[in-house]
């Protein structure tokens, strides 16, 4: 009878060990309340002068003082900007047109 290889015994215990941790550390997680929590909504369309016309958030940053999200509107070419001082009530704050379809966005620190 032939015995499996040591390295590779080690190799898959480890891995079990790792798995294991990952899985009891997310079960954690949600036991003690890390997990995301809705506090408000904000529909997009209200950053339009015509509410009519089609709007999408897609990419989203948040300044670092937190009172500013700013995101992608590939369908207008646009920046939106919506403030969250009170995060129960965002506010709009309007958009930047940008020229083309914007896939992503950030806030430099520099301004915020």
Do not use: H, W
């Not at 790792?18 to 890390?34: E, I, K, M, P």
């Not at 509410?51 to 920046?79: C, F, H, M, P």
């Not at 969250?84 to 992503?104: C, H, K, M, Q, R």
């Amino acid at each position: 009878m032939r015995l499996p290889n040591r390295p590779a015994l080690i190799i898959t215990g480890l891995l079990l060990c790792l798995t294991g941790s990952v899985a009891t550390a997310y079960q954690g997680a949600s036991v003690y309340g890390a997990r995301f929590q809705r506090v408000a909504t904000f529909p997009v369309y209200l950053n339009n002068a015509d509410i009519a016309e089609e709007t999408v958030a897609e990419i989203v940053a948040t300044s670092r003082n937190g009172q500013t999200l700013v995101y992608t509107d590939g369908v207008k070419g646009a920046i939106g900007i919506v403030g969250i001082a009170d995060p129960e009530n965002p506010t709009p704050l309007g958009t930047v047109a940008v020229g083309g379809e914007p896939t992503s966005v950030a806030i430099l620190v520099l301004l915020c």
